[in-house]
């Protein structure tokens, strides 16, 4: 499966942005699909991730109750919300599918990755 990220791009602090990933192919539905980030400087970590069918989703600690992951299986394309951005939030952002049901923080589990889409929060 092929991953193409979007979205991203400049915000002020407090703003919104949400960001996309379309997949390739008709397997989409039976991959959890991922959100990390890396910020210049620093290790890859892990946003968000949802099940196959939506019906369960994860978020790291520091995005909690302001990010908001999704996924239309219709059209091949999971989503991040972006919230209350804050300057911290700033780096590339990669959508990831594979996955584990019960580890789906953890990036060694997914199998395909995107290109990444840069988003910059200004203080």
């Known amino acids: 499966v092929q991953l193409q990220a979007s979205g991203g791009g400049l915000v002020q602090a407090g703003g919104s942005l949400r960001v996309s990933c379309a997949a390739s192919?008709?397997?989409?539905?039976?991959?959890?699909m991922g959100w990390f980030r890396q910020a210049p400087g620093k290790e890859r970590e892990f946003v968000s991730a949802?099940?196959?069918?939506?019906?369960?989703?994860d978020y790291a600690d520091s995005v909690k109750g302001r990010f908001t992951i999704s996924r239309d299986n219709a059209k091949n394309t999971v989503y991040l919300q972006m919230n209350s951005l804050k300057p911290e939030d700033t780096a590339v952002y990669y959508c990831?599918?594979?996955?584990?049901?019960?580890?789906?923080?953890?990036?060694?589990?997914?199998?395909?990755w995107g290109q990444g889409t840069l988003v910059t929060v200004s203080s």
């Open positions: 990831a599918a594979g996955g584990s049901y019960y580890r789906m923080y953890d990036y060694r589990t997914y199998n395909y």
């Open positions: 192919g008709r397997t989409f539905r039976r991959y959890i």
């Open positions: 949802i099940s196959r069918s939506g019906g369960r989703t």
